[in-house]
């Protein structure tokens, strides 16, 4: 799967450069569902030219738009911080939305917030009434690493027809699984989920892989380091999933939880994503 990964990376850089501008915005606003302020982080495809070692894109239509998900150590920035993910998705022309949701787990908590339903429900609706994207579900896609890994297998196993595509790095894929959490953590699940077991709930992600229709859910794209930490769980998600004929991409390589892996794999998953109008 490695060698596979970069031959990718390695055709996409032989390719002529067609590398555009992006407008980066960092919004604070007010979210219904959560009934507080937070804030996303969003990059837009920008048509404009002039600017020393980058090519503007002319756009004809409304860019595609990923939804890329953070761990839960980080928050709406840290794709920007710890990767190039401006530069790659200029490259391609697509939109970035990454928003802010604490160390939910992308939940109706039981003691906190509502993040699920802001992330599956109101956030799409406010990106499309704010920012000239594509709504269409073929031009939309989720991503995420870690504790966003879940998110994003989450919503393309709850919401298929939302998606074109869903991609996990690292993901932690089977929060039901009983060393998952230690001792000191037991408060946070509680928090999180409260105290009933998660086997066989709508958070048992390996479960619902299953027992999902397989010509109902869009691709599926998992990476995951032989070194993780949480590389069991990835391979237990993926048991179920080949299990029940669900099409999924499985990328094992060497690496760890850390950036410098996910800075290699989100190029991967970009170059993997089914856009209807890849440069």
């Known amino acids: 799967m490695d060698v596979v990964g970069q031959t990718r990376r390695a055709s996409v850089a032989a390719e002529p450069a067609s590398v555009g501008l992006m407008i980066h915005a960092r919004c604070d606003f007010f979210a219904e569902s959560l009934m507080l302020s937070t804030s996303m982080t969003v990059l837009l495809p920008q048509p404009a030219e002039g600017q020393i070692g980058m090519v503007g894109t002319r756009l004809d239509a409304p860019p595609p738009v990923l939804y890329l998900l953070h761990g839960m150590s980080d928050d709406d920035t840290i794709w920007l911080r710890r990767t190039s993910i401006e530069r790659y998705a200029a490259e391609l022309g697509i939109a970035v939305v990454m928003p802010a949701v604490q160390r939910s787990f992308y939940n109706d908590e039981a003691f906190g917030q509502a993040y699920w339903?802001?992330?599956?429900?109101?956030?799409?609706?406010?990106?499309?009434?704010?920012?000239?994207?594509?709504?269409?579900?073929?031009?939309?896609?989720?991503?995420?690493?870690?504790?966003?890994?879940?998110?994003?297998?989450?919503?393309?196993?709850?919401?298929?027809?939302?998606?074109?595509?869903?991609?996990?790095?690292?993901?932690?894929?089977?929060?039901?699984?009983?060393?998952?959490?230690?001792?000191?953590?037991?408060?946070?699940?509680?928090?999180?989920?409260?105290?009933?077991?998660?086997?066989?709930?709508?958070?048992?992600?390996?479960?619902?892989?299953?027992?999902?229709?397989?010509?109902?859910?869009?691709?599926?794209?998992?990476?995951?380091?032989?070194?993780?930490?949480?590389?069991?769980?990835?391979?237990?998600?993926?048991?179920?999933?080949?299990?029940?004929?669900?099409?999924?991409?499985?990328?094992?390589?060497?690496?760890?939880?850390?950036?410098?892996?996910?800075?290699?794999?989100?190029?991967?998953?970009?170059?993997?994503?089914?856009?209807?109008?890849?440069?």
């Open 117 to 279: 339903t802001f992330v599956a429900d109101e956030l799409p609706a406010l990106v499309g009434r704010s920012f000239k994207v594509s709504q269409e579900p073929a031009d939309t896609f989720v991503a995420g690493l870690s504790m966003g890994g879940f998110g994003a297998f989450k919503l393309a196993l709850h919401r298929p027809h939302q998606f074109a595509a869903a991609a996990s790095l690292s993901g932690a894929l089977d929060v039901a699984e009983h060393t998952f959490w230690s001792a000191r953590e037991l408060s946070e699940r509680t928090r999180i989920w409260g105290s009933e077991p998660l086997e066989g709930t709508a958070n048992d992600l390996v479960h619902l892989v299953s027992q999902a229709d397989p010509a109902t859910l869009p691709p599926l794209y998992l990476s995951c380091g032989t070194e993780d930490q949480l590389f069991e769980q990835n391979r237990a998600f993926v048991a179920a999933a080949e299990g029940n004929q669900v099409n999924l991409t499985v990328d094992y390589r060497p690496g760890a939880h850390e950036w410098s892996y996910w800075d290699a794999t989100i190029q991967d998953v970009l170059a993997w994503l089914p856009l209807r109008n890849r440069p």
